[in-house]
């Protein structure tokens, strides 16, 4: 009985203590240029994280963003296509266990939205709607 004590008390512990090493040790702040730049590449647009970045791990894998904005597509103007105060974006755990992500939910505040549509009808979010980089105008 004492064995199967130790062992349940082991396979308990070591995932907390995982999940303190990552709180501890890991800064998500220490990764926003490369997720700006892997948006970067994603989406053609620049991602600006100006505020921290949060990680949870319990009771939801996620992470919150603070003072955020995406730029427009090229052709658009300079002001951004989004600007976010916080958003927070969870997944869902036990697809992880299978080898999928799923978003679980996304909550934010103080989102705003520059929607656009240009004279020759080409619209600021329909290369996001793609899942292609925007196309970069031809030179004048």
Known sequence: MKRLLKILLTLLLIPVALIAGVHFFIDPNDYKDEISAWVGK??????????????????????????????????????????????????????LLRGRVELGEVLGTGVTLNLIRAPDGRANWEDLASGKPAAQPPLA
């Open 42 to 95: 994603a989406t053609g647009r620049q991602l600006t994280l100006r505020g921290d970045l949060g990680l949870s791990l319990f009771p939801w894998i996620g992470v919150e963003v603070r003072e955020a904005s995406l730029s427009q597509p090229a052709g658009f103007g300079d002001e951004p296509f989004a600007r976010i105060q916080e958003v927070q974006a969870r997944l869902k755990f036990l697809p």
